[in-house]
């Protein structure tokens, strides 16, 4: 089976997606780089049957049913969603600028974000990571979940809504920024 330029393009384009939204989802960056790779696989392997208008929403559909699927198979062996930070794409948003109390403390929230992230249940956690963590457009959620723009709203409302009142919960000092986000306009 060769592998076409248009797919080769489009799998180097939505890579960072793909691993992004399953990162979100499980919290591990290990469980992560799996669930994209068999994701991408299964778009190589099946491009020519998808539109090349839906490929994003299929690759986020795609995405999330495989990070449910890994969950079911896992089983509760482990946690969803590591809080312990050390995997850190938002604890990589601490700067070596700041100084190392700053940026401890910054990777600490950041970790504390991520893992309360990924114990929204479906769908308010992709829709959280599609549009606070990878900042799609209302539109382009509703196409790629295949919900429509009022379910997009409600459930990313509802979503940002638990995510405040679990950081604010925990004391966190990230639920203001959570309880901001809750507040936007629809």
Not at 79 to 92: K, N, W
Not at 121 to 137: F, T
Not at 139 to 161: C, F, M, N, P, T
Not at 173 to 182: C, D
Request: aromatic share 6%; proline share 2%; net charge negative.
């Amino acid at each position: 089976m060769r592998c076409s330029e248009a797919v080769r393009r489009v799998i180097d384009e939505q890579r960072h997606r793909v691993f992004t939204l399953a990162y979100y989802s499980l919290g591990a960056r290990e469980d992560a780089e799996d669930v994209a790779q068999e994701v991408l696989i299964r778009y190589w392997k099946n491009a020519d049957q998808i539109d090349p208008q839906r490929v994003e929403g299929w690759l986020v559909r795609a995405t999330t049913n495989a990070c449910i699927d890994y969950v079911r198979k896992r089983n509760g062996r482990r946690e969803v969603g590591g809080a312990d930070g050390r995997d850190g794409m938002l604890s990589d948003v601490a700067s070596g600028d700041a100084g190392p109390a700053v940026a401890a403390e910054h990777a600490e929230a950041a970790a504390r974000l991520r893992g309360e992230i990924a114990r929204l249940d479906e769908p308010y956690r992709s829709l959280v990571i599609l549009r606070e963590v990878q900042g799609l457009a209302y539109q382009e959620i509703s196409e790629a979940l295949d919900l429509s723009l009022a379910k997009v709203r409600v459930y990313l409302h509802r979503g940002r809504r638990m995510l405040a009142d679990r950081l604010a919960e925990t004391g966190s000092q990230v639920s203001t920024a959570a309880e901001r986000t809750s507040a936007e306009p629809q």
